[in-house]
T-cell receptor
Framework: DVKVTQSSRYLVKRTGEKVFLECVQD?????MFWYRQDPGLGLRLIYF???????EKGDIPEGYSVSREKKERFSLILESASTNQTSMYLC???????????FGEGSWLTVV | KNEVEQSPQNLTAQEGEFITINCSYS?????LHWLQQHPGGGIVSLFM???GKKKHGRLIATINIQEKHSSLHITASHPRDSAVYIC???????????????FGKGTKLSVKP
């Protein structure tokens, strides 16, 4: 059974804290993505990666960074969390050509 | 980006009704996905279409490439179908060298018993 696992489902962090969101996939897919989802705005692309040690900015990269040291793991980092980063974060993998997409369960982050 | 438009935004139906959700897009695509998101967050893929029609149980998805339009139909709707349905298109010219997905904002479906 295919799995995309996000390590934290619910987090509460303070403003200014460094936050790590981890995503691990077991399908040997090259393409991995981080999105945030907000009411009325839908899914917005933060960062993506097509290969190990490769990363590209999506539509809303400000305030975020990523790390992909191993093929199966793609981490999203909030260097200094702010209240406007309170959101639901989703990790996904995508097969070549966009044929199949798998999402993690999502991580609900509240920054206070 | 408004390249993917879904309608309606919200839909309330009675159990047993036939439901249609529409998706229009303005970019050239190689694939279109219909996704389902239940309360609590997780998103699952229902269909991937590149042409024609697909059926899975009570769900039917169609795509018209020339008109850049897709529909998701639910026959004999049930309260467990209540969810957000999201249309996403794969655009080879968006994002990096391999293309990327562009999402609609979703249709919130509520099926009453």
């Amino acid at each position: 059974d295919v799995k995309v696992t996000q390590s934290s489902r619910y987090l509460v962090k303070r403003t200014g804290e460094k936050v790590f969101l981890e995503c691990v996939q077991d399908m040997d897919h090259e393409n991995m993505f981080w999105y945030r989802q907000d009411p009325g705005l839908g899914l917005r692309l933060i960062y993506f990666s097509y290969d190990v040690k490769m990363k590209e900015k999506g539509d809303i990269p400000e305030g975020y960074s990523v790390s992909r040291e191993k093929k199966e793991r793609f981490s999203l980092i909030l260097e200094s969390a702010s209240t406007n980063q309170t959101s639901m974060y989703l990790c996904a993998t995508l097969t070549g050509g966009g044929n199949t997409i798998y999402f993690g369960e999502g991580s609900w982050l509240t920054v206070v | 980006k408004n390249e993917v438009e879904q309608s309606p935004q919200n839909l309330t139906a009675q159990e047993g009704e036939f439901i249609t959700i529409n998706c229009s897009y303005s970019v050239g695509i190689s694939a279109l996905h219909w996704l389902q998101q239940h309360p609590g967050g997780g998103i699952v893929s229902l269909f991937m279409l590149s042409s024609g029609k697909k059926k899975h149980g009570r769900l039917i998805a169609t795509i018209n490439i020339q008109e850049k339009h897709s529909s998701l139909h639910i026959t004999a709707s049930h309260p467990r179908d209540s969810a957000v349905y999201i249309c996403a298109v794969y655009d080879l010219n968006y994002g990096g060298s391999q293309g990327n997905l562009i999402f609609g904002k979703g249709t919130k479906l509520s099926v009453k018993p």
